[in-house]
């Protein structure tokens, strides 16, 4: 599959340097070229796009461990109107690290971003159990801070990359409970859907028009109709009422395919209204052929009824 092309020349990350966000963002092929430009929190990345400071914006959307970032999502579903352009999964390694000298028996005092603290609960409890944690920003900004406290009771739990970029030492590595832990990250525009790839992924958010049994049934009938895989499902509050909420949804397909057109369609004219959150590369390797699969048999049952309707008298 080609790289996209990036439509802009800077793109806004969590930082400071050092975070996953930035390690992420290097790894990008298709982003090396683009200036990067952090922001301190996830917020104040999205607004960069919304105000035209960045082209493009890059941020954790989900956790394989921990599960969405809140914070991104609900910008995406309630605030911005920003459109995915890509999405970047990368494995995630995280280490206890501390200033030069430190030794694990003096640490007194844990600092990270909240996903990072709970991804690591159990060393925790089992080799600092009397530590308490603070939480800050991003893992990159525990590591800044520890740093500049210069204090040996301290550590953060951050990336090899935090402990090159802010001179600590790693005491503990890979501290994570588990091994399979990855982050998908996605980059933001404030316009443009990237042309089809045949390995797309599409998000949308939908708002049920009618609080009745069987609403969200029927939305997901539309899709079980047309073959397409839903890679994810989540109900988020709608922040209107108790009780009001919404559904964020992932789907094999781009909204250039005939069936996931057909299928967004019906889905806001009878159902619910639907915001949409882009089209796609997806990662990995087997969206392309189920996407292939689903619309052949499509193709083959259109053939069929214009063969029935051929047989219709004038």
């Known amino acids: 599959m080609d790289s996209p092309e990036p439509p802009g020349n800077k793109v806004s990350f969590l ?7 930035e390690q992420a963002l290097l790894d990008e092929p298709f982003l090396a070229d683009v ?11 999205l607004a960069a796009v919304v ?30 109107d920003l459109l995915i352009q890509h999405e970047t999964i990368m494995p995630i390694q995280l280490h206890l690290l501390a200033p030069p000298g430190a030794e694990m028996a003096s640490i007194q005092k844990i600092w990270s971003f909240p996903h990072a603290l709970a991804q690591c609960t159990e060393f925790l409890h089992k080799r600092l159990p009397e530590a308490p944690t603070g939480v800050c920003e991003s893992t990159a900004d525990a590591a800044r801070m520890v740093a500049e406290l210069e204090d040996r009771q301290a550590a953060a739990i951050a990336s090899a990359r935090a402990a090159e970029a802010y001179g600590l030492e790693i005491l503990a590595s890979d501290i994570g ?13 404030s316009a443009g859907i990237p042309p089809a790839t045949g390995h797309d992924k599409s998000s949308i958010v939908t708002f049920q028009r009618d609080d009745r049994p069987g609403s969200l049934l029927s939305i997901l009938q539309e ?6 895989n839903l ?5 988020r509050p709608t922040k209107q009422s108790l ?7 992932d789907l094999e397909g781009h909204v ?3 069936l996931v057109a057909d299928c967004l369609v019906n889905i806001q004219a009878k159902h619910a209204e639907v915001k949409f959150l882009g089209s796609y590369p997806a990662a990995g390797a087997e969206v392309a052929q189920k996407r292939r699969d689903a619309d052949e048999g499509w193709r083959k049952a259109k053939n069929w009824m214009e063969g029935l309707r051929g047989h219709l008298k004038n």
């Open 51 to 80: 105000s035209g400071e960045a082209e493009l914006g890059f941020a954790a959307l989900e956790n394989s461990i921990e599960g969405t970032v809140n914070m991104t999502l609900d910008a995406l579903a309630f605030t911005c």
């Open 243 to 249: 009780g009001n909420y919404c559904f964020i949804i």
């Open 256 to 258: 250039s395919d005939e």
């Open 177 to 189: 409970h588990r091994q399979e832990n990855e982050t998908r990250f996605v980059t933001l525009a």
């Open 223 to 228: 899709f079980a109709a047309r073959s397409i």
């Open 231 to 235: 890679t994810k499902l989540e109900s």
């Open 15 to 21: 930082g400071p340097p050092g975070t996953f966000s």
């Open 35 to 45: 200036e990067r430009v952090w922001k301190p929190t996830t917020w104040d990345v």
